[in-house]
């Protein structure tokens, strides 16, 4: 059975297990209140998740890199500690979606000398306060 068919039913690895571990705890490090153990970690997930609640013991283990959560509960934790499922999941950055014209500024600012960057960035600054 191949990695892309399903993940509920998919063998992961050790690697995948440790890996997802990591990005979990990176991810929990920015919330506000830290840091929360897995009780607390478990009582916030259960009120963001609809289906059967998940142990403590289930969320030691996601941090550990002892076990790997299923698509759903991956998708719940990305909505709550406001990441992207895929990086959460797989380690993908999202790629920065940029308009032509923001595309276009950060060309003109890569051509500016560093007094010319600092100017226009106090430029900026100044302009977007109220």
């Given at each position: 059975m191949d990695k892309a068919r399903s993940d509920n039913v998919f063998m992961h690895t050790e690697s995948d297990k440790v890996?997802?571990?990591?990005?979990?705890?990176?991810?929990l490090k920015s919330l506000p209140n830290q840091p929360l153990n897995a009780a607390q970690i478990a009582t916030q997930f259960n009120l963001r998740y609809s289906?059967?609640?998940i142990s403590p013991q289930a969320v030691h283990k996601w941090l550990t890199g002892q076990s790997f959560p299923t698509v759903d509960k991956v998708r719940t934790l990305?909505?709550?500690?406001?990441?992207?499922?895929?990086w959460l999941r797989y380690g993908v950055k999202q790629e920065l979606r940029m308009s032509d014209i923001d595309k276009?500024?950060?060309e003109y600012f890569q051509k500016l000398n560093p007094t010319q960057k600092?100017?226009?960035?106090?430029?900026?600054?100044?302009v977007t306060k109220k």
């Open positions: 890996e997802f571990s990591k990005r979990l705890n990176l991810a289906k059967e609640p990305s909505e709550w500690l406001n990441v992207s499922y895929e276009l500024m950060l600092q100017a226009f960035l106090n430029l900026i600054i100044e």
